[in-house]
């Protein structure tokens, strides 16, 4: 009788200790959990062999044919011309005909106190805003597209080059310049712009102007990247499109299809390496995640630098890859590579993560057993001296 009153003061303790032991916990006495119905959905896993790295392999030539491709159909730079549009600012000169003609001379208020000379306002770079709101002295294309022409009057010249304006403005004074030599430049461009954010040391606009304005021209004249820029995955946002550009194959294999034109009203984002992480989990010394570097990191990357699999408590023959989860939650892909396999260990170097991609490493049958008696034994030692102090 004394032993069973001791059992039950035994089970009484324990159950109440859990509420008032020290340290975090949460009281889920007034939570309510509904549980769906048990999953059965069996995912089908495979084999990570030679054969799936040349899959692999395959697959990754496809994708980067295909990103070529849809990058070359964007603007070439060869084919590239400025058109002027309002509120650029022309500068026209005909030849012996200073009344005609943009004094070269003029001055014009930079803000302040200060004056500039034209000269000096055609050495500034297009890309460093003028100080106040000054603007050279000449002809401001208006909103609705057209400039001033003394004897000429109003010519449209929206959407044109400087050659074609050059002729039109030419062919207007004819009846009154004998054989007028004309020429014509753009002093400001301040009509089209694209802007750059993100992950670069100077966002902001960009000027676009008679120099052909690429990706790798805004990132630079941005002060370049930051050392978290994921310039694997730069979005070009064009016209309600989304596109997105690989610098780094650029950069580092040479295909310039990626270094896009740009036009106006693009705007660059030079994402960070948030999106490009891959998680490794299980039995690992260190369990992280992990950025990929330049879009690149394999098993054997991923493993070594969690500090690799733990001796004692880790399952070598199960290492597995879950991929797909945020695109396809209920039908991720599953990869399992067998460690002990001589031939495992170059396979591991070969098969290439994707961002978000998960490793997860096996534990161990003795090691799940051994857990089981360290959670277990504490209680049955209590059990065993409150006996004893019974007696």
């Not at 207007?172 to 461009?189: E, G, H, W």
């Not at 040391?201 to 630079?220: N, R």
């Not at 003795?366 to 857990?371: G, K, L, Q």
Request: aromatic share 6%; hydrophobic share 35%; with cysteine.
């Amino acid at each position: 009788m004394l032993n069973r009153s001791v059992g039950s003061l035994a089970v009484v303790v324990l159950v109440s200790g859990c509420a008032s032991a020290p340290g975090n916990y949460l009281d889920t006495s007034r939570l309510e959990t509904h549980s769906s119905s048990q999953s059965s959905d069996v995912y089908p896993v495979k084999a990570i062999d030679a054969e799936l790295i040349t899959e692999q392999a395959g697959t990754r030539a496809e994708a980067d044919r295909l990103q070529s491709n849809k990058a070359d159909t964007l603007a070439n730079v060869g084919k590239y011309e400025y058109r002027v549009a309002p509120q650029d600012i022309l500068g026209i000169t005909v030849w012996d005909h200073p009344e005609l003609t943009t004094p070269s001379q003029s001055t014009y208020s930079a803000g302040g106190n200060t004056t500039q000379s034209l000269a000096g306002a055609l050495q500034q770079p297009y890309t460093t805003p003028l100080p106040g709101q000054s603007d050279p002295y000449g002809q401001t294309v208006a909103a609705d597209g057209s400039i001033f022409i003394p004897f000429a009057g109003r010519l449209s010249v929206a959407g044109k080059t400087v050659v074609q304006i050059r002729e039109q403005v030419t062919a207007s004074l004819v009846r009154y310049v004998r054989n007028p030599q004309v020429d014509v430049r753009v002093l400001s461009f301040r009509s089209q712009k694209v802007q750059v954010t993100g992950e670069v040391k100077a966002p902001g606009p960009l000027a676009i102007s008679d120099v052909p304005l690429t990706l790798v021209d805004a990132i630079t004249r941005s002060g370049g990247n930051t050392a978290e820029a994921d310039l694997q995955r730069v979005r070009l946002i064009r016209k309600k499109h989304l596109y997105l550009l690989d610098a780094n194959r650029m950069l580092d294999k040479g295909d310039m299809t990626q270094d896009v034109l740009l036009q106006s009203g693009d705007v660059i984002n030079v994402p960070d390496r948030v999106d490009s992480r891959v998680f490794v989990m299980g039995e690992v010394k260190t369990p992280t995640p992990l950025t990929m570097y330049k879009g690149r990191l394999s098993i054997a990357d991923a493993l070594t630098q969690a500090g690799g699999i733990l001796d004692t408590d880790a399952n070598p023959r199960q290492i597995y890859v879950m991929r797909g989860m945020k695109e396809k939650p209920t039908t991720p892909e599953v990869f399992h590579l067998d460690m002990t396999q001589p031939e495992s260990i170059m396979l591991s170097t070969q098969f290439q993560l994707q961002p978000m991609d998960v490793v997860y490493v096996g534990t161990a049958s003795s090691t799940t057993f051994n857990r089981v008696l360290q959670q277990v034994l504490p209680s049955l030692q209590t059990l065993f001296y409150l006996k004893q102090l019974a007696r």
